[in-house]
């Protein structure tokens, strides 16, 4: 089994989810990890967060800077991080926390062998902020954080769809956690083996729907709860 891989340009916010979106839906196609960043200062949000909590977080005031996902989560801010989304079989056995638990354990050692090494938060603390949830700020068990574990870096979420699962992933970068070919050379193995590929491939994305990509970019979707 190859896994083929992505590196996306960057794209609105709904384009990119429409694009994720894609990638769900596409049953037959083999595993797939893309990866991309965000020109400008972006958000997500988990596909059934409210609307009214998103409208005082906005970028710059601009709903189209914010995006509804097509996984669940919390509410994620973009743009110093590299986020990537991977599309798969599901597994015979479906337990989403299982399956996290795995994946990250599996993230955390192709971090630390990229000379990045951070702790997996079993136990995280509780969040000291109330009202919508924020991921960076809201951790859950088998994120990932700063060695000193203050600081998330690392979180996702998953969704199921028939026969195929999405996980969407956003990793903090830093000084000491640059963008680098050997970063995302990393990630992409660490995504082979825990999906049992055998080899990885450059793939251009596929094009979204017109119809998927209009429903991401409009506000009806946005603003649907």
């Not at 988990?46 to 009214?52: E, I, K, M």
């Not at 919390?74 to 479906?94: R, S």
């Not at 702790?119 to 700020?137: D, H, K």
């Not at 094009?207 to 649907?224: G, Q």
Request: charge should be positive; proline fraction near 14%; hydrophobic fraction near 45%.
């Amino acid at each position: 089994m190859i896994l083929l891989r992505t590196d996306s340009p960057s794209a609105p916010p709904a384009d990119q989810m429409a694009l994720d979106a894609t990638l769900l839906l596409d049953e037959a196609a083999p595993p797939r990890l893309r990866v991309y960043r965000w020109d400008a200062p972006a958000l997500t949000f988990g596909y059934a967060q409210h609307w009214r909590d998103i409208v005082p977080l906005l970028p710059v005031g601009d709903p189209t800077r914010a995006a509804r996902r097509p996984t669940g989560g919390g509410i994620v801010f973009h743009g110093g991080d590299l986020t990537f989304t991977a599309a798969f079989p599901a597994p015979p056995v479906w337990n989403p926390s299982r399956l996290y638990a795995d994946l990250h354990a599996r993230l955390h050692r192709a971090l630390a062998d990229a000379g990045h090494p951070a702790v997996l938060l079993r136990t995280p603390p509780q969040p000291a902020a109330t009202g919508p949830m924020q991921c960076f700020a809201s951790p859950v068990p088998m994120d990932l954080a700063t060695p000193d574990g203050k600081s998330k870096i690392l979180g996702g979420a998953l969704r199921r769809i028939r026969s195929r699962v999405l996980y969407q992933g956003s990793l903090r970068l830093s000084p000491a956690l640059p963008d680098t070919p050997a970063l995302r050379d990393a990630l992409a193995a660490a995504w082979a083996a825990f999906l049992g590929c055998t080899a990885i491939a450059p793939a251009p994305a596929p094009l979204p729907p017109p119809d998927l990509l209009a429903r991401y970019r409009s506000p009806a979707w946005r603003e649907r709860r």
